[in-house]
């Protein structure tokens, strides 16, 4: 087994010429460089490179945390996050199986791994909670804190004539 903890690439040559079963990784501060509406921080990717038969495979768990406005109220949300990541490692890419990770030449880019898998599983949208009311639409006050008082059932002006044939 070999432990890679300080190159930014992971050099897999004694794995694929059979010199050693395993190779294991971890990577800290990993940069996310896409400017997303979620913001991500404190990436970390740590995990192993092994021999499957005649197979490698790389297994591992991308960590970090999100953090945006809430999708309801704005209020500020951050969330931690954990993806299993475990995928086949070949030398050309290989458009029918979207489980492979290209090396290039002999080594793999743990960073670029990362990023990748994490924009994959970005959500579409962070809620402070389950229940969030979110903001008043006529006044933007936050609902979660209290009633703000407005009138909340409003008859569409294009259908305010259908309302007095519905009177009793």
């Given at each position: 087994m070999i432990n890679q903890?300080?190159?930014?690439?992971?050099d897999i040559s004694k794995l694929l010429a059979g010199e050693t079963d395993e190779i294991v990784f971890d990577r800290s501060d990993i940069p996310f460089p896409f400017e997303?509406?979620?913001?991500?921080?404190?990436?970390?990717?740590?995990?192993?490179?092994f021999r499957f038969s005649e197979f490698v495979r790389l297994s591992g768990t991308v960590t970090g945390e999100y953090s945006a406005p809430c999708a309801r109220c704005l209020a500020p949300v951050k969330e931690p996050f954990s993806i299993a990541v475990d995928?086949?490692?070949?030398?050309?890419?290989?458009?029918?199986?979207?489980?492979?990770?290209t090396a290039d030449g002999q080594v793999i880019d743990p960073e670029s791994i990362s990023q990748e898998t994490v924009l994959i599983h970005l959500p579409l949208r962070l809620l402070c909670r389950e229940d969030c009311k979110g903001l008043c639409p006529k006044c933007g006050m936050d609902l979660n804190s209290g009633?703000?008082?407005?009138?909340?059932?409003e008859i569409d002006p294009r259908l305010a004539g259908l309302a007095d044939f519905f009177k009793d």
């Open positions: 903890t300080e190159n930014k690439f992971l997303e509406e979620i913001s991500v921080s404190s990436l970390h990717f740590s995990g192993r490179v995928c086949a490692v070949g030398n050309a890419p290989d458009e029918s199986d979207e489980e492979t990770v009633s703000c008082g407005c009138a909340q059932k």
